[in-house]
């Protein structure tokens, strides 16, 4: 049933064995199957590269939102909007002694006016640099003593005779 014989494929390795009415394929590959086979394989990984970028992204993002931030408080709110109101509107602060709140936006026109005109009421003054002291913030009681220098080597006392 299989012997060899050389004369059936000229082109076959020597080593292979030949059975009668049995030839091997000699179809082409069929390269569009081959390509909407890997085409459809890349967009099936493209689709779950998305899928896990909304999931771990957008999803996580909408929760932490949700979960740690949320909608703020009515409480928060309440306090937000009363300092959104003291920043922008005119009121006594203590009618007695004549002390006026009055907007943000007012008080820095003001201050620049002054600074433009060179009348200013607060420091304007550079300082220079402290410089830091040796072994930073946490060096010692006196920033000028120097650190010990390393003990010498000093030879061994001799042990007292018994």
Known sequence: M??????????APDTATFVEGV??????AKAGLIAAVSASILGLLLVFIVGIYWLYVVA?????QEVYSG???KELQAIRDREDENLHRYSFIDKE???????????MDIVAAEFAEGKVNYNT????VKQE????????ANPTAQPPAPAAAQPAAPAPAH
Request: hydrophobic residues 25%.
């Open 2 to 11: 299989s012997e060899h014989n050389p004369n059936l494929d000229s082109t």
């Open 23 to 28: 030839d091997y394929d000699r179809r082409d």
């Open 60 to 64: 996580y993002e909408r929760v932490d």
């Open 71 to 73: 909608a703020p408080s």
């Open 97 to 107: 002694r004549g002390v006026v709140r009055i907007p943000i936006d007012r008080a």
């Open 125 to 128: 003054r550079s300082y220079a």
């Open 133 to 140: 002291l040796p072994g930073g913030a946490a060096g010692g």
